[in-house]
């Protein structure tokens, strides 16, 4: 590898930082590790992307892409390959507001995005925070406060325009190369790189927000009971649960203006356990949920390793490990699917998990932890029927399958074979 070498054959003063450059401490991260690439490229355009994926391959450099850096995978980054940086590449515009459409470049963040949306009285179901990057999400899948009511973010893509990885741009739909345009909705990395992303935003005047906190010790089957109430609520209504010690922290979000139905809809959940706080709505923009204050530069500040895993129902024996695991010092979160999400047919995209109740997250903040979340996850993982790939911090072969189930796999192999023969962008798929 020759990161200097690679670098001086990338056209465009400026363009390539490397780690001398002043400008690197705040381009070689993400969120939640420090990596320390031989070179980072920040691209302004399919050429700069073109030149980067050429060095990459010529110099025998392991590539990663990055459009915010927030990544919880950390794969938006990496230890001695090349980075393209897509942060330079950030327009949000409303091209046909009464179709609903707009366009966005995949270095945006979610907070731009909803704040130019705002004005419209429109949004995009997108993550949980303004400081995550538009092409990671929105290429991986996309489970947000809207999730439930307006299904994943990859659903509501149109259109986009990407680099393959001989450097050709495409514009992919659903009538012009339908094949890469299944591929780019929950694995675009194995394809290509997205550069510009044409989505159908959904009407939405507010939304209400509810936060309160619930007792879960003393409570009987308290994340059996959550979980059927889930799997029966309105579309509307998208929760998370988040769970240290013995208490449960509670967001709820009802997609729209109509606090009456959306406190009718919650009400179930309060008899889970105590409630401390009010489990009162609040009407606020979508905006507020995901607001451009969440921006900040993403340099390794939170260290952490995550794992993942989707459950059809949580049994006593997945609650039982679940509240263990958060009495036992590890960030435990639930965060409702269903609703729209299962819409859209298994095979539609190259995010099949479209069945499943409830997203399992769980979270140590200090290395040491590992292996206490490990045998957790050990423990868990006969009830996992899926899984979602940004949020596996260190994935293996059976997140792998949990994430991508085998006819998926398959077909994107097929696709790797046919529009990356050379393996240019083989570091960035996962393996079986």
């Known amino acids: 590898m020759n990161a200097p070498v690679a670098g001086a054959a990338l056209q465009g003063a400026g363009k390539v930082v490397l780690p001398q450059d002043r400008r690197y401490p705040l381009l070689r991260s993400t969120y939640t590790s420090v990596s320390s690439p031989s070179c980072?490229?920040?691209?302004?355009?399919v050429d700069d992307i073109r030149d980067a994926l050429r060095a990459a391959d010529d110099h025998g450099l392991a590539l990663a892409v990055r459009s915010g850096g927030h990544s919880l995978s950390g794969s938006s980054s990496n230890d001695g390959g090349l980075v393209v940086d897509l942060s330079q590449m950030s327009a949000v515009r409303v091209v046909d507001r009464g179709r609903r459409l707009v366009r966005v470049q995949p270095g945006a963040r979610w907070g731009a995005v909803a704040e130019a949306l705002r004005p419209h009285r429109l949004a995009i179901s997108s993550g949980n925070f303004g400081n995550v990057g538009v092409?990671?999400?929105?290429?991986?899948?996309?489970?947000?406060?809207?999730?439930?009511s307006a299904g994943l973010t990859i659903d509501h893509i149109r259109e986009v325009r990407l680099v393959l990885a001989d450097g050709s741009p495409v514009t992919a739909n659903a009538t012009q190369h339908p094949d890469l345009f299944w591929a780019v909705r929950g694995a675009a990395s194995q394809v290509g790189i997205v550069v510009d992303f044409l989505?159908?935003?959904?009407?939405?005047?507010?939304?209400?927000?509810?936060?309160?906190e619930v007792g879960l010790a003393k409570s009987r089957r308290p994340l059996v009971q959550w979980d059927f109430l889930v799997r029966h609520a309105p579309r509307e209504l998208t929760l998370e649960l988040q769970m240290q010690g013995q208490t449960g922290a509670v967001t709820a979000v009802w997609a729209g203006t109509d606090l009456e139905a959306a406190a009718a809809a919650?009400?179930?959940?309060?008899?889970?356990?105590?409630?401390?706080?009010?489990?009162?709505?609040?009407?606020?923009?979508?905006a507020a949920l995901v607001p451009r204050s969440h921006e900040h530069p993403n340099v390794g500040q939170q260290r952490a390793v995550t794992h993942n895993g989707m459950v059809d129902t949580v049994t006593n024996e997945v609650e039982s490990t679940v509240l263990d695991a958060a009495a036992g010092g590890v960030f435990m979160q639930f965060r409702s699917l269903g609703g729209a999400i299962s819409d859209i047919p298994a095979d539609a995209t190259s995010y099949a998990n479209r069945h499943?109740?409830?997203?399992?997250?769980?979270?140590?903040?200090?290395?040491?932890?590992?292996?206490?979340?490990?045998?957790?996850?050990?423990?868990?993982?006969?009830?996992?029927?899926?899984?979602y790939f940004n949020f596996e911090t260190r994935p293996t072969a059976t997140t792998s399958r949990l994430a991508f189930p085998p006819d998926t796999w398959r077909r994107l192999h097929q696709l790797r074979q046919r529009y990356d023969p050379q393996s240019v962008l083989s570091s960035m798929a996962p393996r079986l």
């Open 135 to 148: 092409g990671g999400l929105a290429t991986g899948g996309g489970i947000g406060w809207l999730v439930r």
């Open 40 to 45: 980072v490229v920040l691209a302004t355009g």
């Open 356 to 387: 499943q109740s409830e997203l399992i997250i769980g979270t140590v903040f200090h290395p040491g932890d590992e292996p206490h979340l490990d045998r957790v996850w050990n423990r868990l993982r006969p009830a996992f029927t899926g899984a």
């Open 266 to 286: 919650l009400a179930p959940f309060t008899g889970i356990g105590p409630v401390r706080g009010s489990a009162r709505f609040r009407t606020v923009p979508y």
């Open 199 to 212: 989505f159908e935003a959904v009407d939405l005047p507010g939304v209400g927000i509810a936060r309160f």
